[in-house]
């Protein structure tokens, strides 16, 4: 069977998300945006919610995700949109209602809106990128950046008794009464994609069902502001971030 | 028993070059081209020539990009 005879439509068995529209990301090369994108266009297909899905985009890289995603968008202030997607929420039930956060947005300057949006139980769906770093604004230090990590605004490292240390946020959301689903994942690898996807997928579907306030860490890379190749930063990941930011769920109330 | 037999497309301008689909090839058939597309990013290209790809899908699902259409089939 030569190439060509195997390239036909009937043979296709992955492309690009059909909701992921053909606009160029504007995103670094290997950067995790793009993987996590990926996945939530997927997940928003798979459960027939095109229609019905409401994302809130926030301040950072990703604060052009809704020129990437065909479905609707809300752009928050830096930090507010667990707020936004609390108001759409309320006055839309039936919608599927995520934010989309990087970790200077969501735990830094919108630590009291995450907070309060999870211990509400709001029934909305956190998507976290925690790439330990400001990306947007040239790798400053992030409340989430790893003691010893050399970033702009710490080019000797991260020191405790400088700079205090890395937020554990979603530890702290496992911790409220209103979350319900609280999970940390990666997506370095295939396998690691499944798993993120079937987190998002669980996440929505709590939303939608009303169970209450749902997290998803993805632990992401950040190459550009790492200074390192797309490749190496997965590596470097996997051996300083996953140590501190281990990988799992933390809470889980559907099956309590 | 049937042999599995898989091809790829790759979208050369949507590529980034970030060689992650290449780290993720079980049997190492993508590398860099040694071009650049017209958004300046040296793009990667499938090496086939024995038609040992199998569609297992790796490469396309690490795509940050979404750059990667897999196509398979069983051949008798
Ligand atoms: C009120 C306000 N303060 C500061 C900024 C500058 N600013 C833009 S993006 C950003 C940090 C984004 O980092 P993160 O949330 O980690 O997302 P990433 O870019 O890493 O994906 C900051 C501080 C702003 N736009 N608005
Ligand atoms: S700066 Fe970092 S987070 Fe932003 S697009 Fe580039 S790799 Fe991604
Ligand atoms: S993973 Fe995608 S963007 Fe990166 S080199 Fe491969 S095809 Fe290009």
Known sequence: ?256 | MGKIKGAIVINEERCKGCDLCAVACPLHLIAPSGKVNHRGYPYVVQDDAEGRCTGCTACAIVCPDGCISVYRVKSE
């Open chain 1, 1 to 256: 069977m030569t190439r060509n005879e195997i390239i036909a439509p009937e043979n296709l068995v992955y492309h690009k998300p059909t909701l992921m529209n053909d606009n160029h990301m504007h995103y670094c090369p290997g950067c995790s945006h793009g993987v996590v994108h990926k996945l939530v266009a997927e997940v928003i297909e798979e459960m027939g919610l095109t229609d019905h899905a409401v994302g809130i985009s926030p301040v950072g890289c990703s604060v052009f995700a809704y020129n990437y995603i065909d479905i609707d968008w809300q752009e928050a202030a830096h930090g507010r949109a667990p707020a936004i997607a609390t108001a759409i929420k309320r006055l839309w039930p039936d919608r599927l209602v995520f934010t989309y956060q990087g970790d200077g947005d969501l735990a830094c300057i919108g630590t009291a809106e995450t907070i309060h949006a999870l211990n509400r139980g709001e029934n909305i769906t956190i998507i976290f990128i925690n790439n330990a770093i400001y990306g947007m604004t040239g790798g400053q230090m992030a409340p989430t950046t790893l003691l010893g990590q050399k970033t702009s605004t710490c080019p000797y490292g991260r020191q405790a008794d400088l700079h205090g240390y890395p937020l554990k946020i979603t530890e702290i959301a496992a911790t409220l009464e209103g979350t319900c689903y609280v999970t940390r994942q990666s997506v370095q690898t295939v396998a690691a994609i499944r798993k993120a996807k079937a987190a998002i997928r669980k996440a929505f579907e709590n939303s939608m069902n009303g169970r209450g306030s749902n997290l998803v860490e993805i632990v992401s890379t950040c190459s550009s502001g790492w200074k390192l190749t797309p490749v190496e930063a997965n590596k470097w990941m996997t051996e300083h971030m996953f140590p501190f930011y281990p990988l799992g769920d933390l809470k889980d109330t559907t099956i309590e």
